[in-house]
């Protein structure tokens, strides 16, 4: 009897380990896509300068449904002050440099990291530039966390719970919402050559 008991115990505790291996990413069920999955992460706090507003068709333009991209939620803001703004981009396709892509913070590689953080497909972008830039002031956002897409050649990326900034620029038509823009550094940069001590 003593020996089942004790057999029991060790087979709850490997079914108890065994299944906190397979316990998927912290998710946020209050807030949904627009198919209703429920969203990784959270809407995060904007930085001083960014204020809530409403715009049903911005929010509608920067959401997509589960595999499309896009964010998966998000909330309209309205900056009443420049605040800086980073995108990575594809030197092949110049006009990239002002696309509706943007993040809040620096970002950083290695590329293929950021490629499933932000859920950027390869086909969109060879990601080996980055701007710096200012939102103008009146400039319409939408901040939330990313949804997830299907790329070609059967690869996919997950929801991800970086936030990403939706700034509806269109350079080919004159509306740009940035000002004040580096120039295209090489991203990610040289890696430091490591030592050979």
Request: aromatic content about 10%.
């Amino acid at each position: 009897m003593r020996i089942f008991i004790k057999n029991s115990y060790a087979y709850i505790a490997f079914a108890l380990i065994a299944g906190c291996a397979n316990i998927p990413p912290i998710q946020d069920n209050s807030i949904a896509g627009i198919d209703g999955k429920a969203c990784f992460g959270a809407i995060m706090t904007p930085p001083a300068g960014l204020v809530e507003t409403d715009d049903t068709e911005l929010l509608q333009a920067a959401q997509g449904e589960s595999g499309q991209g896009k964010l998966c939620a998000g909330r309209v803001f309205v900056a009443e002050k420049p605040v800086a703004v980073y995108r990575v981009w594809d030197s092949a396709h110049s006009y990239t440099a002002y696309g509706s892509w943007w993040s809040l913070s620096d970002p950083q590689g290695p590329r293929d990291n950021y490629r499933k953080e932000e859920d950027i497909c390869p086909e969109w972008s060879a990601l080996d530039r980055m701007s710096a830039c200012s939102l103008k002031v009146g400039a319409k956002v939408v901040i939330g966390p990313g949804q997830s897409v299907n790329c070609s050649n059967n690869l996919s990326y997950p929801p991800s719970a970086v936030n990403q900034v939706y700034i509806p620029n269109d350079s080919r038509n004159d509306k740009v919402f940035v000002e004040n823009c580096s120039a295209g550094a090489e991203w990610p940069g040289p890696q430091p050559i490591a030592s050979q001590n």
